[in-house]
């Protein structure tokens, strides 16, 4: 079985950083895609940032230059190092990935997420 948990959220000033931590465990094989969504409280929850199997990122246009999405293969982790962060970044952050059991089945999984709070 297949689990996501992710570490590093907490309380900081605007203009500070945090950086975030998805581990993966159980049996997994290959791991395509990690993300970084988020959701604010009476919002939906949006993408933030996409690292696929070949490297390519996708970033949410609100952290543009500010957030750096990264993954260690090896040792089945993401990472998300959020700089000169501002009130609006504050929400619940989820690590989310899709990741293969075997070469032939995937699906996808969501971690429990982690409160990211910024003050102004």
């Known amino acids: 079985q297949v689990q996501l948990v992710e570490s590093g959220g907490g309380l900081v000033q605007a203009g500070g950083s945090l950086s975030l931590s998805c581990a993966a465990s159980g049996s997994i094989f290959s791991i395509d895609q990690m993300s970084w969504y988020r959701q604010a409280p009476g919002k939906q929850r949006e993408l933030v940032a996409r690292?696929?199997?070949?490297?390519?990122?996708n970033y949410a246009d609100s952290v543009k230059g500010r957030f750096t999405i990264s993954r260690d293969n090896a040792k089945n982790t993401g990472h998300l190092q959020m700089n000169s962060l501002k009130p609006e970044d504050t929400a619940v952050y989820y690590c989310?990935?899709?990741?293969?059991?075997?070469?032939?089945?995937?699906?996808?999984?969501w971690g429990q997420g982690t409160q990211v709070t910024v003050s102004s």
């Open positions: 989310y990935a899709i990741i293969r059991t075997t070469s032939t089945e995937v699906r996808d999984y």
């Open positions: 690292i696929t199997g070949g490297g390519i990122l």
